[in-house]
């Protein structure tokens, strides 16, 4: 069964500073990446998409990478704001056939000072 | 162009009554899934739609069931409710396509607000 894993569960760090936040899951088989952020009580916005083809995508400040072999994705986040404050989710698509499912990990709480 | 729309957004249930949700994804969209997010489980997958059809299932009881109508629109069910079936109850939408392998494969996911259940 796919496990995905957030580190850290959460993070304070002060505006202007770049970030990495990291995910690991246990099924290098996946076929795809995604990362969200989301806000208190409030659904999941898609940041970034990374097919199982794929190494890394960008949008804006934010890059993803993804290294299937060592079961790892990193979220680099550049100059950091207070509006980056939200949870940061991964998950992943895996399983086989009818078994497959989407795993999310715990999340990375994000917290950007002023 | 408008997104996943999810209603209804809040309600109120009684132990053993039944509820049923509804999602409209984004136009053009065929595959819609399900989640379920608890302060103590997390995001978990409950199941996946594309035309018409459940592709794949999470591991919940048979209480959680869903269909997806010809136009895409999706509902699920949660019948003989239980308190721990408070939540908040998310849907998402997305394309699906060929993938290198030649399988339908399950594009990037957006998703609703979100429909807040509470079970008393």
């Known amino acids: 069964k796919q496990e995905v894993t957030q580190i850290p569960a959460a993070l304070s760090v002060p505006e202007g500073e770049n970030l990495v936040l990291n995910c690991s899951f246990t099924?290098?088989?996946?076929?795809?990446l995604q990362w969200f952020r989301q806000d208190p009580g409030k659904g999941l916005t898609s940041l970034l998409l990374i097919q199982s083809s794929q190494r890394e995508q960008t949008s804006g400040r934010l890059n993803a990478s993804l290294d299937k072999s060592s079961g790892r994705s990193t979220l680099y986040i550049a100059a950091s704001q207070p509006g980056d404050s939200a949870t940061y989710l991964c998950a992943s698509w895996g399983g086989a056939g009818s078994a497959r499912q989407l795993t999310f990990g715990s999340g990375t709480q994000l917290t950007v000072l002023p | 162009k408008a997104g996943v729309t999810q209603t209804p957004r809040y309600l109120i249930k009684t132990r053993g009554q039944q509820v049923t949700l509804s999602c409209s994804p984004i136009?053009?969209?065929?595959?819609v899934s399900w989640y379920q997010q608890t302060p103590g489980q997390g995001l978990q997958f409950l199941f996946e739609y594309f035309s018409e059809t459940q592709r794949n299932k999470g591991n919940f009881p048979g209480r959680f069931s869903g269909r997806q109508f010809s136009n895409s629109r999706s509902e699920m069910n949660v019948s003989t409710l239980e308190l721990g079936d408070s939540a908040l109850y998310l849907c998402?939408?997305?394309?699906?396509?060929?993938?290198?392998?030649?399988?339908?494969?399950?594009?990037?996911?957006?998703f609703g607000e979100g429909s807040r259940l509470t079970v008393l």
């Open positions: 099924d290098s088989a996946i076929y795809n």
């Open positions: 136009s053009g969209h065929r595959s």
């Open positions: 998402a939408s997305s394309l699906v396509y060929q993938n290198g392998s030649g399988r339908a494969s399950t594009g990037e996911l957006f």
